[in-house]
């Protein structure tokens, strides 16, 4: 997982995560198994554990509900209010279009943004909330920059679920790097 999430998830953890009882204590725990997010929160009160909460997340896109599943039985954690989903449309911008039609989206450590969905060759789409540039295509995986990765986890985290996956190609320095479709 890239070294740039841990503040991301710090910020989501204080700004988004309430303790029912203010004498509790929190410990997050985020790790990174089998290209999957795996999350504990451990709640202690005078140092004595009372409530541990562990999941795993297949993709940065489900983390807000699979968040608010792990929390929705717990006597001490919740979320200060629920997040409203919110759908964007994302373009992803590179060098070659291949044959497959659905991709996975990862960092280029391997952890999976958005698992596995259809994407849609245009040359100009309509609506795009997001553009990423540089990727690259292996087989059916797009890999992005850290950047670009650790962006949209903050919009994950916020509630922002993609909508459609645009792919459009574009020619190293060529064109002034305009779309060539």
């Known amino acids: 997982m890239p070294d740039s999430y841990k503040d991301i998830f710090n910020n989501f953890f204080y700004e988004n995560l309430k303790l029912k009882d203010n004498s509790l204590s929190i410990d997050i725990d985020i790790t990174w198994i089998v290209l999957s997010y795996n999350i504990c929160f451990f ?10 909460i562990c999941f795993t ?8 509900t699979d968040i608010g599943k792990a929390l929705s039985n717990s ?8 997040i409203k989903t919110k759908k964007i449309n994302l373009e992803i ?5 291949p044959t ?11 952890d999976t943004l958005i698992d596995y969905k259809n994407v849609f060759f245009k040359r100009k789409a ?8 540089d990727a690259i295509i292996t087989g059916d995986i797009i ?11 903050k919009k994950f985290l916020n509630g922002y679920k ?7 190609k574009t020619e190293i320095g060529g064109k002034n790097g305009k779309n060539l479709l």
């Open 93 to 97: 911008i590179t060098t070659k279009i």
């Open 43 to 52: 709640l202690k009160k005078e140092n004595k554990p009372v409530e541990n």
């Open 143 to 153: 890999i992005i920059s850290k950047d670009y990765a650790t962006y949209l986890l």
């Open 75 to 82: 006597k001490y954690l919740s979320l200060k209010q629920k």
């Open 57 to 64: 997340s297949n993709s940065g896109e489900d983390l807000l």
């Open 162 to 168: 993609i909508n459609k996956i645009y792919l459009n």
């Open 100 to 110: 497959e039609k659905r991709f996975r989206v990862i960092s280029r450590k391997g």
């Open 126 to 133: 309509k609506n795009i909330d997001v553009k990423i540039e």
